[in-house]
């Protein structure tokens, strides 16, 4: 124990640590906790209250151990009501998994299973098993394997079919998809070398084919999932792209970013490419995520012809990259639901939120404005408004889907700071996520489900 430093006044006001922990408090927290973060939490607040020269009782003592322990031990990772009006929000973990997916995690992680064990021949297995035929059934693929994300799927792609060779992109491909992912750093990562071909606006075929040498590695086509070029513009459709490589027995590849397995424009929505569109155009390679428009766990897929498929399999990164069994399951119970479209739109949850009306989402707003109104207090004035939701993640970046959202403005006399009220709201038990726009709190209500969860939250508001 250290309290040979302190003086003699205050060590003769607090308890020892011993004293501390053996009080019925101190047994509580050790109870709770276990007696190591118990004594290290107790030790601190007795250091403090030394510095400060401040007495205590055990009990005293015991209860600031407690509140210390509670912020310590409480998850970092905490689920968020998103109302920042970004659907698919990288930050925030982008899509929400179906119960179904997270059931099936959750028994997966607790359990040994049949990963990469054949239960008919008692042999080794392979992980990609589980979902391969789901996927090609989806895509209409020979063969389908996953990784860690959508970089890695590209990283694999390029690494194994251009190893130190050259890759001729559109430079109105060359994209920054956000954080540390460029396309030409990933392909010097991959080893490749990227061969610029084309202008930012306009691509021709000629450009390809002027590119393409004893070097060339693969054809490549990025789709520009979060920016558009619109005016003057010209790029080289897949089937011709698919010819040109195949005249040259390259490979072709394209890398969709968010690829949807169903046509969106069903469900109301603009049209995305869809892998199935890109092989049956003549692609030979297709990657994109498991977690934008599919809206399932985390990971990257890649589907195409088998024997390409078998060298990716061989590349030792593909064991670096590699999927767990939690989210294979997760993956495999998204998938399944995929092969029932009509219930599709109720079922999953990225899906579902894309589609809610305007109508419902503002009639959801009406009802929670008195709750908001009443929570935030007098220095502010909540009103519904229109306002626009974003797919996210990249997703059709021009496409913005009519929604409505409750704006909280600061009042002209005596009101509050619209920062201090968007932390406060960060604050809560469930924290609430929204936008800061044209000086008002934007909550947009698209992603809220559950209202009775919302307003419960809302109970423990604060300003302070
Ligand atoms: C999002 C995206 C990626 C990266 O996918 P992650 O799943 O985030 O790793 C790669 N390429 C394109 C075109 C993308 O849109």
Redesign the pocket.
Known sequence: MATTAASTDSRAALPSVDRVLRSEAGAKLVAAHGRALALDAVREVLAELRTERAAASEAGVAADAAARLAELTAPSQKPVFNLTGVVLHTNLGRAPMPPEAAAAAAAAMQSATNLEFDLDSGKRGDRDAHVESWICRLTGAEAATVVN????A?LLVLNTFALRKEVPVSRGEL?E?GGA?RMPEIMARAGCRLVEVGTTNRTHLKDYAGAISKKTGMLMK??P??YAIAGFTKTVGDAELARLAHEHGLPYAV????GQLVDLAQYGLPHEPTPAEAIAAGADLVTF?G??LLGGP?C?IVVGKAALMAKLDRNPLKRALRLDKGRLAALEAVLKLYADPERLAERLPTLRLLIREQGEIRAAAERLRPAMTHAVGAGFAVTVAECASQIG??SLPVDRLASACLAIRAKAKGGGSVERLAAALRALPKPVVGRIEDGALKLDLRCLEDEAGFRANLDGFSLS
Do not use: M, P, T
């Open positions: 994300n959508n970089a890695a590209v994209i998809i992912f990025v789709h999932s979060n890398d969709l970013g968010s995520s977690d934008k985390q990257g993640s990249g």
